[in-house]
């Protein structure tokens, strides 16, 4: 599952990427071609570039196929457990996503602050890329990547535990793992690394952030989770 998660989130974050360097572009060529700053300034006022962004740049199929990848991890849980929470799969899903659109329109928001700031200032072109770049940085191949890896084993952790508490066989115990150890990973990790816990111990685990470790690992970016422990 990990190496699936990894795939997902590399190829959205990809994506995201393209989408950020055509916006950029195309914001860049708009200021250089504009004889009059009053019309540019009404033109990007009017414009929700968050909302651009989702329709017009494809940004929306990008995260359709993404949401399916939930899907796919749930497929995955119910393997293990003989069916899965449903109802925590469409509310993982459904606040994952408006997550993402949030994250989106406050991009948007900022371009439309710096855009309207560089007409108003006459900046180089020169200045404005690096402006617009730095506005859009939470789009980049690297951020995204990130956080979309993180929001995908977040909702499978999530989804696990919520299916072990409804579907967990008697006395079934669960197993802290995924992955080695790294010279970065978190004490919470090297301490509870392959340790075996029953499901109430498990649930009641606190990570170094004070997060549950059986939903959040520990904590953001990690690649650690539990394992049910076959007997």
Excluded: W
Excluded at 202 to 228: K, S
């Amino acid at each position: 599952m990990s190496s699936k998660i990894d795939s997902a989130a590399g190829v959205f974050a990809t994506q995201a990427e393209r989408i950020r360097k055509r916006l950029v572009n195309e914001l860049v060529t708009a200021y250089r071609k504009s004889e009059d700053p009053a019309v540019l300034i009404e033109r990007i006022l009017s414009v929700d570039f968050g909302k651009y962004i989702i329709q017009d740049l494809g940004l929306s199929v990008e995260l359709d196929s993404l949401l399916a990848e939930y899907d796919s991890i749930a497929k995955d849980i119910a393997k293990i457990f003989g069916s899965v929470s449903r109802v925590a799969v469409e509310q993982l899903k459904t606040l994952d996503s408006l997550f993402f659109m949030r994250h989106v329109r406050d991009v948007g928001d900022e371009l439309k602050r710096q855009m309207v700031y560089a007409v108003y200032t006459d900046i180089s072109e020169k200045a404005l890329l690096e402006n617009l770049m730095s506005a859009t940085a939470r789009l980049s191949e690297a951020q995204i990547g990130s956080l979309v890896n993180t929001a995908l084993r977040t909702f499978s952790r999530g989804t696990f535990a919520a299916t072990a508490v409804e579907l967990s066989p008697p006395n079934a115990k669960y197993r802290y793992t995924g992955g080695e150890l790294i010279e970065t990973s978190r004490p919470f990790c090297v301490e509870n690394f392959g340790k075996v816990f029953t499901l109430e111990e498990a649930m009641n685990l606190r990570n170094d952030h004070g997060g549950c470790a059986f939903i959040e690992g520990g904590g953001f970016n990690c690649r650690h989770f539990f394992e049910l422990v076959v007997e």
